[in-house]
Nanobody
Framework: QVRLVESGGGLVQAGGSLRLSCAAS????????MGWFRQAPGKEREFVAA????????LYVDSVKGRFTISRDNAKNTVYLQMNSLKPEDTAVYYC???????????????WGQGTQVTVSS
């Protein structure tokens, strides 16, 4: 079992930056791929970024490549999403998720946090 708690969301102007954090509890964090997803009003939840158990492999959706960076600190049981050059279309609730195992994927995540709101004003 993994419990996930996100933080770091807020209101920012276009072009600004935010760093999201996801604190995990449970025995399987260091054995899990970690991902960030987002859901905008009226839209389906979409994959944003993922990092494998070691932190050396990452995946990103095309719309955030070059602007967002996912990383993890297994000693602190925490995964981060650094978001730069934010755009109004990045406005969404951002969710942290865990996928036990060594495979790095964009779907089939088992554990989810409650989400944190990110709002980017134009």
């Amino acid at each position: 079992q993994v419990r996930l708690v996100e933080s770091g969301g807020g209101l920012v102007q276009a072009g600004g930056s935010l760093r999201l954090s996801c604190a995990a509890s449970g025995r399987t964090f260091s054995d899990s791929a970690m991902g960030w997803f987002r859901q905008a009003p009226g839209k389906e939840r979409e994959f944003v970024a993922a990092v494998n158990w070691s932190g050396y492999s990452t995946l990103y959706v095309d719309s955030v490549k070059g602007r967002f960076t996912i990383s993890r600190d297994n000693a602190k049981n925490t995964v981060y999403l650094q978001m730069n050059s934010l755009k109004p279309e990045d406005t969404a609730v951002y969710y942290c998720a865990a996928r036990p195992g060594v495979l790095l994927r964009t779907s089939n995540y088992t554990y989810w946090g409650q989400g944190t709101q990110v709002t980017v004003s134009s």
